[in-house]
């Protein structure tokens, strides 16, 4: 099966970068993908990592080593609305349904 | 609408009661998915359909959950006999091929069920 952990909580101030770990353990590795979600809301896709590396987009990169079954969200310029719960999620083996994290809940304080 | 949608957005019910959540997904996306979010957890998978057909159902707790997909499109996740441990936030999703590319899926705002 598949377990993926991550830190329950961080805090970070406005305009600092924080960055938000995860690992796992899969019996087939498909890619790490990471979710945003406010609270009462709908978790939305943030990234996907399949390859080795850093992928950016705008303010938020993430970080894949398949070596370490490790990966890594980094968001930039932080502003308050990105208070919200981070989850690192995997593919189960037959690419048909994501595996989540518990999660961690990111507060930006001012 | 473009997104999921899913009614109703909040269910009370008394322990032993039936319940049933619907799902609307996004048009076109022939995969759905039912997942359960309990407080300060991440989502948990349940069920999920490629068309008319569950295709993984392993992630349904008991036989008091069931889901149909009759058409193809919509979801009704149906629970019977409600129990208080079942209160939850019921999450569906979409997705045109989960295979495909980055997998994304599309979420639901999620039906919060609170059983009494």
């Known amino acids: 099966g598949q377990s993926l952990e991550q830190p329950s909580e961080v805090t970070a101030v406005e305009g600092a970068i924080v960055q938000i770990n995860c690992t796992y353990q899969t019996s087939g590795f498909y890619g790490l993908s990471w979710y945003q979600q406010h609270d009462g809301g709908a978790p939305t896709f943030l990234s996907y990592n399949a390859l080795d590396g850093l992928e950016e987009t705008g303010r938020f990169s993430s970080f894949l080593s398949r070596s370490d079954s490790y990966g890594y969200l980094l968001l930039q310029e932080l502003q308050m609305k990105d208070s919200a719960s981070y989850f690192c999620?995997?593919?189960?083996?037959?690419?048909?349904?994501?595996?989540f994290g518990s999660g961690t809940r990111l507060q930006v304080q001012p | 609408g473009a997104g999921v949608s899913q009614t109703p957005s909040n269910k009370v019910t008394e322990k032993g009661k039936y319940v049933e959540l619907r799902c609307d997904p996004i048009?076109?996306?022939?995969?759905l998915y039912w997942y359960r979010q309990s407080l300060g957890q991440g989502p948990e998978f349940l069920i999920y359909f490629q068309g008319t057909g569950a295709a993984d159902d392993s992630g349904l707790p008991n036989d008091r959950f069931f889901a149909v997909r009759p058409e193809g499109s919509v979801s009704t996740l149906k629970i019977q006999r409600t129990e208080r441990g079942d209160s939850a936030v019921y999450l569906c999703a979409s997705t045109a091929d989960p295979r495909g590319g980055t997998g994304e899926l599309f979420f639901g705002e999620g039906s919060r069920l609170t059983v009494l």
């Open positions: 048009s076109g996306h022939t995969a």
């Open positions: 999620a995997v593919p189960d083996t037959g690419r048909r349904a994501l595996t």
